[in-house]
């Protein structure tokens, strides 16, 4: 079983609607991050969070280190928003251990 | 700022050579980390340097190595190339080491043919 498990693996919205990708873990983490991959490959950061719940303009990230489990919303979504969403902890061991990644297309 | 910026982008070697792969991190940043992603492996870590030294490495053979030099420059060498080390190799670069925000270099896509 991987340390790191996203649901689903592909996603397809229309345009507007509210998306959630999940994300759970098995390992004590110092922090959780949420990437994502653009089809050329580039990587972006999204958030970067251990407690609580961040807000960044139509993403919202939210982690339960209770019950190990992340999620990432995009409210609105946009045909732009269409990537690779990854979740990624800081473990114990200080290395990152990624999921596999949900792919996402939102159509217009 | 500029942004982490990887060399070359894309490169195609034979097995049994090596390869050098060159991360120059943002201005400032002092730790930079390696990864590799495959399509069936997915993103994983391989190693980490913050101020010359190695704090960290994942599960790869010996043939994987890197280093950091005094202005945070970082290179990774690959010796042996096997048909299986093609990927897309990933640096990132962040102010301090551990749980810090990670910033991308867009990659350097190995081929190995």
């Known amino acids: 079983k991987n340390e790191v498990e996203q649901s689903p693996q592909n996603l397809t919205a229309q345009e507007g609607e509210f998306i959630t990708i999940n994300c759970s873990y098995s390992?004590?983490?110092?922090?959780l991050h949420w990437l994502q991959q653009h089809p050329g490959g580039g990587i972006v950061s999204l958030f970067m969070?251990?407690?609580g719940k961040k807000k960044h303009g139509r993403l919202i990230a939210t982690i339960n280190i209770q019950e190990k489990h992340s999620s990432l919303h995009i409210t609105a979504s946009h045909p732009r928003d269409s990537a690779v969403y990854i979740c990624?902890?800081?473990?114990?061991?200080?290395?990152?251990?990624f999921g596999t990644g949900t792919r996402l297309q939102v159509f217009p | 700022k500029a942004g982490v910026t990887q060399t070359p982008r894309y490169l195609i070697k034979t097995r049994g050579q090596q390869v050098t792969l060159s991360c120059s991190p943002i201005?400032?940043?002092?730790?930079v980390s390696w990864y590799q992603q495959t399509p069936g492996q997915g993103l994983q870590f391989l190693f980490e340097?913050?101020?010359?030294?190695?704090?960290n490495k994942g599960n790869f053979p010996g043939r994987f190595s890197g280093r950091q030099f005094s202005n945070s420059r970082s290179e990774m060498n690959v010796s042996t190339l096997e048909l299986g080390d093609s990927a897309l190799y990933l640096c990132?670069?962040?102010?301090?080491?551990?749980?810090?925000?990670?910033?991308f270099g867009p990659g350097t896509r190995l081929l190995v043919l």
């Open positions: 990132a670069s962040s102010f301090l080491a551990g749980a810090e925000t990670q910033y």
């Open positions: 390992v004590g983490i110092s922090a």
């Open positions: 969070l251990s407690s």
């Open positions: 990624a902890v800081d473990g114990n061991t200080d290395k990152l251990i």
């Open positions: 201005s400032g940043h002092r730790s």
């Open positions: 340097y913050f101020s010359e030294t190695q704090r």
